[in-house]
């Protein structure tokens, strides 16, 4: 697989790439792409995928990914835009505060900003910066740092250029306030939501220093397999709000087949991660693969199939 995965970098992700700029916003519908796109997953997942009639969860997330051009997905897509949704379904006090926003990055202000915060950008997955002690933050490599993630395409630009979702999100950036304590973020607790039913819960601990996950059903039950991240070994807290937790995160799935609900709990209080359209881009494992089914068969997928 190493050797596949090598080969995919190289050279499929680079013609993949080209050929859906090319495409601009249509279905990569002729064999080629797909061809492509099968061989990547292949080389993740060890089995050859059936994008007509997917079944695991992880085909069903890669055959949104090629066939679904929802614009909606955009939207929940771009973290500032998804806010005013989110304040819409649920109320703006489950938004983490946003201390400021725009596109040029040296128009931050840093000297009034607090002593901790998170900058990120709206456009793509991995542009975080955690600030948890403000008078070290290198300010000039943070400054040539966001703008070379602002002129990255993270829907063109990454894998093999298929997370359509990303591809017209306006790139911008935006600090938050920081949640955690010292320099550790709050756990992560991420609901795999069927058609407004929260299903399974993917905690998350220590994200961005050495992060460890746990996969729970909704009744807190564990579930034992991997999914590409090192495995939590203590055992996870339910919330006291637990439920309304499970309230939010159906609320704003309610209207979709399948989207994954990020939320915080810090102190008692709730706030919103992110919404996701993709996990992991199809591309996190599932050992043993009996629960690529398990996932994927809870998802009734409406998306546009190819024919």
Not at 125 to 145: F, Q
Not at 245 to 267: H, P
Request: charged letters at 30%; one cysteine or more.
């Amino acid at each position: 697989m190493n050797l596949l995965s090598g080969i995919n970098k190289r050279i499929l992700f680079p013609i993949s790439r080209a050929y859906i700029r090319h495409l601009k916003d249509e279905k990569p519908a002729n064999s080629f792409i797909q061809f492509m796109q099968k061989a990547d997953f292949f080389s993740i997942h060890g089995y050859w995928p059936n994008l007509k009639k997917p079944r695991t969860f992880s085909e069903k997330i890669v055959s949104r990914m090629l066939f679904d051009r929802n614009p909606i997905w955009t939207m929940l897509s771009d973290k500032i835009r998804v806010r005013e949704y989110v304040s819409r379904k649920i109320g703006e006090k489950y938004l983490v505060p946003l201390l400021w926003q725009g596109k040029n990055p040296n128009e931050i202000p840093f000297e009034i900003l607090p002593s901790r915060f998170v900058i990120k950008t709206n456009h793509g997955c991995g542009y975080n910066i955690i600030v948890p002690e403000k008078d070290k933050l290198d300010k000039t490599k943070t400054i040539i740092k966001l703008k070379k993630w602002l002129g990255t395409n993270y829907g063109l630009d990454t894998f093999l250029g298929t997370e359509w979702a990303y591809k017209n999100i306006s790139p911008a950036v935006m600090i938050e306030s920081f949640l955690g304590e010292r320099e550790t973020v709050p756990e992560d607790y991420k609901f795999f939501c069927y058609s407004g039913r929260a299903e399974f819960i993917q905690v998350s601990f220590d994200r961005f220093r050495d992060v460890s996950e746990r996969m729970i059903d909704r009744d807190f039950n564990p579930l034992d397999f991997y999914n590409g991240v090192k495995i939590f070994s203590g055992t996870v807290r339910k919330p006291d709000n637990y439920k309304e937790m499970v309230t939010l995160a159906e609320t704003l799935a309610k209207d979709f087949d399948f989207i994954r609900v990020d939320l915080y709990n810090v102190n008692g209080k709730i706030f919103l991660g992110e919404l996701t359209c993709y996990p992991a881009g199809g591309r996190a494992i599932f050992i043993p693969r009996r629960f690529d089914f398990v996932f994927g068969e809870k998802w009734e997928y409406n998306g546009s199939l190819p024919r």
